[in-house]
């Protein structure tokens, strides 16, 4: 441990003594991390809205709809409970249409009543004052009632009664329902309840397709000419598309630049162990092994790349701020800082292991 804290401060030394040759090369690190975020990194950040702005449960949601007399029911829910894959689901009745009680022949709005484990997804609280009583409004079926303060009740046609507690935040994923007013009710599993709308969100993109053919297995209708399926896989395989073409273009692009700043960093440094001969040949003839000489240039650059990898990444961020640029995210900058390094150090392998093997006598003698 002295030892290798002998070679840091001797390799730092080493570096402030030749400001020139350090200069130069946190100059092309943080120049080769510069080109790989203004590149590479604008298009990773540009693929991230892309994919967030697509990426969201509607991209995941799987969407059955059954006619009243298929036979499916809330049942349905503890079978696909057991589907691995699946992130919420939830079933819906069919349309029951409302209007606002303080206001009789006022505006019909579509209510469902709604089963599922999961309610607290859609900003439910798990509890209701009145059980089974109780109703949440999106904004577009609140406006329609003429209660634009979220509170009063809504009577069906068949004379039930609902009392509204709030406003509900409608997902992408239940969007096709809207307006929509949903009544929470409490699973019986010793009472199923018919449905006419199963809803499923996929935990990832890639898995609507087989957990789509899973859920159908498991649906139990009477008769499944009744059902239709509808799902977000055309967006999901979109999904992975763009993914795929912007991740391959942004590879292709790290590759070549850290290539080519890797073989100007090798030649560069190269360039200054040879004006620096004289020097490792006095080290070699003072008892220095191959492994130092080598340990301290590693050492050396792999500190320079340091430096350079932050003044390129906190220049490229500042850059990409001002210009209104995505930036591509915390994770990026540190694998392209890591990668920077690294990169820093294979290039100086060869000069260091050139300087390592010169004869010291030989050095010594170079006028």
Not at 10 to 26: F, G, K, M, N, Y
Not at 55 to 70: K, L, Q
Not at 73 to 88: C, F, M, P
Not at 232 to 257: D, H, K, M, P
Request: negative net charge.
């Amino acid at each position: 441990m002295r030892r290798l804290g002998a070679v840091i401060i001797e390799a730092l030394a080493t570096a402030r003594a030749q400001p020139v040759s350090s200069v130069v090369s946190i100059v092309i690190v943080a120049g080769m991390v510069g080109a790989v975020l203004l590149t590479t990194g604008r298009t990773v950040g540009a693929e991230q809205a892309v994919l967030n702005s697509i990426d969201s449960a509607g991209t995941r949601s799987i969407v059955i709809r059954a006619e009243g007399d298929a036979g499916l029911d809330t049942s349905v829910l503890e079978r696909i409970g057991n589907i691995d894959g699946i992130a919420w689901s939830g079933v819906f009745s069919s349309v029951q249409d409302v209007t606002n009680a303080a206001v009789p022949g006022g505006t019909t709005v579509p209510a469902r009543l709604a089963w599922s484990d999961q309610l607290g997804e859609l900003g439910l609280p798990a509890a209701q004052a009145v059980q089974n009583r109780t109703a949440w409004a999106s904004n577009a079926a609140l406006d329609q009632l003429g209660m634009p303060d979220a509170t009063g009740g809504v009577v069906t046609g068949a004379g039930a009664e609902f009392a509204i507690a709030g406003r509900i935040p409608v997902p992408d994923y239940l969007r096709f329902l809207e307006p929509l007013i949903v009544a929470p009710q409490q699973i019986d599993s010793d009472d199923p309840h018919t449905v006419s709308i199963l809803v499923v969100i996929a935990e990832r993109p890639d898995l609507v397709s087989p957990v789509s053919q899973v859920v159908l297995s498991v649906l139990a209708v009477d008769d499944p000419t009744k059902v239709t399926l509808t799902t977000s896989e055309g967006l999901a395989t979109l999904r992975a598309l763009i993914e795929g073409q912007l991740g391959s273009f942004g590879r292709n692009l790290v590759i070549v630049i850290f290539a080519l700043t890797a073989s100007l960093v090798a030649a560069i440094l190269y360039g200054f162990v040879m004006l620096r001969r004289k020097d490792f040949g006095r080290r070699r003839a003072l008892g220095a092994s191959q492994g130092l000489i080598i340990g301290l240039l590693l050492t050396q650059m792999a500190f320079l790349s340091g430096i350079g990898a932050v003044i390129g990444c906190a220049a490229t961020a500042i850059s990409l701020v001002i210009t209104g640029d995505p930036l591509p995210g915390i994770a990026f900058f540190v694998a392209v800082s890591v990668l920077a390094i690294a990169v820093g150090v294979i290039a100086a392998l060869l000069p260091a292991s050139v300087a390592a093997r010169r004869d010291p006598l030989a050095e010594l003698r170079v006028p």
